[in-house]
């Protein structure tokens, strides 16, 4: 019986068992990868150096990028580093570091995408007092909350979960080192201690959910309650992106932490953790700059200013 002081590195959960698969998948992977970072990249430069997108909207845009760019990049190159080297380690202090990383990026872009409901909701319901309401300096100290909730939750969840004494090996089935997978190594009991931590994510998650959710009901409220079609179309072309983005990262997170235990499996466990690591950063540049006509003239600029140069 092993124990978390004996251990120095976990095995991940590999992606193929052939070696034609394993490259197959490194392929796909890197494909993924090399579009998330181009995308957000992007973003990126469009938002810091054009004068035109500097709205409040922007400006969470610009820290959305930046989470989605760290959360992809905290869990996948070591994937595919794995495939294609055909090895399944990881260190023990690397694990902790991907899961402190990855809890912290994707928690605070939960809270950012909050944020960015309320942004939402200001700007149809409340459009007369938006200047005052979502200021710089607001924009400034909402960004910030966002990202110390996902670092404060970071440091309980990695506290608790590499305090746990893990008896059951060091074998975790999933691609990178999930919470989840790592808790089926601890103790029978040890995982008991999580329960705080858990109690804490879960009012966090359930908080901002129930924001969101109320903040669109006024926002759709409001917009059904326009005379213009064009006035509608304005607002639902300013909203409908962040909805999309919203519903695609809760919906995939839910699908991976609510399912049954007995539906569990290491297949499942994979394809799940894929449409909420991979999915989302890869999306979620074409899913904002779609409806956003300055983004989208920004983007083509730069892009043709990239060929041509």
């Known amino acids: 019986m092993s124990n978390s002081s004996s251990i120095t590195e976990f095995l991940l959960l590999a992606f193929a068992d052939t070696r034609e698969l394993q490259l197959l998948h490194f392929g796909l992977f890197l494909g993924i990868y090399l579009a998330a970072l ?26 959305l990028a930046l989470l989605d760019l760290g959360c992809i990049s905290t869990t996948l190159p070591k994937a595919m580093a794995n495939a294609l080297w055909d090895t399944r380690a990881i260190s023990y202090q690397g694990c902790a570091a991907q899961v402190f990383l990855f809890v912290f990026l994707l928690g605070a872009e939960y809270s950012l995408l909050t944020v ?36 404060l939750n970071a440091v309980l969840h990695t506290a608790t979960t590499f305090s746990l004494p893990l008896c059951q090996g060091n074998a975790v089935d999933q691609f990178f080192c999930e919470i989840p997978q790592i808790l089926k190594l601890s103790c029978s009991d040890a995982y008991l201690r999580e ?63 609510l399912k049954p235990p007995s539906d569990s499996s290491p297949s499942l466990d994979l394809v799940v953790a894929v449409l909420y690591v991979v999915v989302p950063p890869a999306v979620n540049p074409l899913i904002y700059s779609m409806r956003n006509q300055d983004l989208k003239a920004t983007l083509k600029k730069l892009i043709l200013v990239v060929i041509f140069t």
């Open 116 to 151: 960015m409901s309320y942004d939402c909701y200001v700007a149809i319901c409340k459009p007369l007092h938006y200047g005052s309401l979502v200021g710089s300096r607001a924009c400034g100290q909402m960004a910030a909350a966002a990202w110390a909730s996902g670092f």
């Open 195 to 257: 329960v705080g931590a858990l109690v804490f994510s879960v009012s966090l998650v359930s908080g901002c959910f129930v924001f969101i959710v109320l903040s669109y009901v006024q926002i759709f409220r409001a917009v059904l309650r326009m005379p213009s079609e064009q006035g509608q179309h304005k607002a639902f072309s300013t909203c409908l992106p962040h909805l999309a983005g919203v519903s695609l990262l809760v919906s995939t997170i839910m699908v991976a932490y």
């Open 38 to 63: 181009l995308g957000n990249g992007l973003i990126l430069t469009a938002v810091a150096c054009h004068h035109r997108l500097h709205t409040p909207m922007d400006f969470f845009l610009l820290n």
